[in-house]
C-alpha cells in the first residue's frame, strides 16, 4: 500500500512538471491582467513627453506575454524605452538575464 502511495506520488509530480514545467511551488499563479494594462502614465514624464502605447512585442523568449512602450521628450534628446515580460514560471524569469 505504500508503494502505492508513493507511485502516485511520483506520477503526479511527474505529470505536472511534464505538462507546466514546474511543480507547483515553482508554477507562477493565474493573473487577471494582461501586459496592456501596465502602460505608464504620462504624469510620470515632463510636459512635452511623446508617449507611445504599450503594444505587443512578436518575439520572445519563452514568455507567456510581453509588451514595451516608447516614450521621447526634449525635441527627442530624451528616451525612454519600457518593457514587460509575464513568464509561466519562476525559473523562467530568472533565467532571463535582461531582467
Known amino acids: 500500500m505504500f508503494t ?4 502516485c506520488g511520483l506520477l503526479v509530480f511527474a505529470y505536472q512538471y511534464t505538462l507546466k514545467d514546474c ?7 493565474d493573473r487577471n491582467f494582461r501586459i496592456l494594462d501596465w502602460e505608464l502614465p504620462v504624469f510620470l ?8 502605447h504599450i ?10 506575454e510581453r509588451g514595451s512602450q516608447s516614450i521621447h ?7 525612454a524605452r519600457y518593457e514587460i515580460k509575464r ?12 531582467i
Do not use: Q
Not at 503594444?55 to 507567456?64: H, K, L, N, Q, T
Open 23 to 29: 511543480f507547483w511551488w515553482e508554477c507562477v499563479s
Open 4 to 7: 502505492f502511495v508513493v507511485l
Open 87 to 98: 513568464y509561466p514560471t519562476i525559473k523562467k524569469a530568472k533565467g532571463d538575464s535582461r
Open 73 to 79: 521628450w526634449n525635441s527627442g534628446n530624451g528616451i
Open 55 to 64: 503594444s505587443p512585442s512578436s518575439e520572445g523568449a519563452g514568455e507567456i
Open 45 to 52: 514624464f515632463p510636459e512635452d513627453a511623446n508617449l507611445s
